[in-house]
């Protein structure tokens, strides 16, 4: 089969149970599994075009160049469709991100799980979800998670080679339509996820009871996930977003994402709570706040959150679908 040029959306996907530690590098293994929703309509499309002429890929991002370190890992999604597709030459990719970057959500995650899913449908392979997901694993660990939709959990695995750490759907957004509120807090440039895991895994002396509580976490959240338990998932999901961050600050260097407005919404969503309304929250490797709540809920939470000085946005949204190509054979 020629190559051809081909169109790939991919969601953001914010995890409930986080990775934060890996034990392959170069592969984006994780030592421990984790889960996720995929975020409607939020994410990257990312065009692939194969062309012979090219002496090297060529990869823009909301129209500039991407950087260097993000270019070397789109390089390997790249590099691993080719090689399993037996092409040569290179290709120009163009990606768009929804949210723009620096809204408080990471686009890398979506933009390496589009760009994996448009390159194997650009180079001709019939590829597995599962097989999908551990391609875009090579570009940023969390974008495993990027292709399957709805509730998706990354099994750590424990092949050398990565192929049984992949990401799976265990149920379609419809599910539990969970709505998510994304409130942005600005600050300074964070620590990348890629640094700020190797020091804390090196140095941080809980780092072992942090990835013993991720496996725990995982069973529980899954439970709470099937039975609609929003109690119960709140429990696990904030447990696990605070155990992230201690075990971060417990590192050398001490890493700490949060600003004054990260702690005035994590009181106000556990006061929402407190008085009855469905809602918790998340944090990443940022200072911005996810906010998960139910549909009767969400607008209690977004109005409180109007109120807190220090957030630059909200966006609301809700639990989608996953990964697609939405254009081929150009
Ligand atoms: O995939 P990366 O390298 O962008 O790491 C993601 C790390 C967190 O967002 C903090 C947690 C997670 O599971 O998404």
Redesign the pocket.
Known sequence: MTASRAAAFAPINI?LV???GKRDAALNLPVAP?LSVALQELGSLTIVQPDAQLDRDIVVVDDRPLDPAGLVRAERVLAAVRRRAGATGHAGVRSVNTVPMARGL?S??SGMAALAVAAARAYGLDLSPAELSALARLG????ARSVPGGFALWHAGSAPDGSDSVAECLHPAEHWPLRVLVAHVGGRKAVS??AGMASTAASAPMFEAWTATCRADVATARNAIAARDFGALADVVECNALRMHATMLWGRPPLLYWQPATVAVIHAVRQLRHEGTECCFTI??GASVVILATAQDVRAVAEVLGEIAGIDEVIETRVGPGARVVESGA
């Open positions: 995890a986080k990775y934060w984790s990471a890398s995650a940023s660990g969390s974008a996820s890629t990443d490797a």
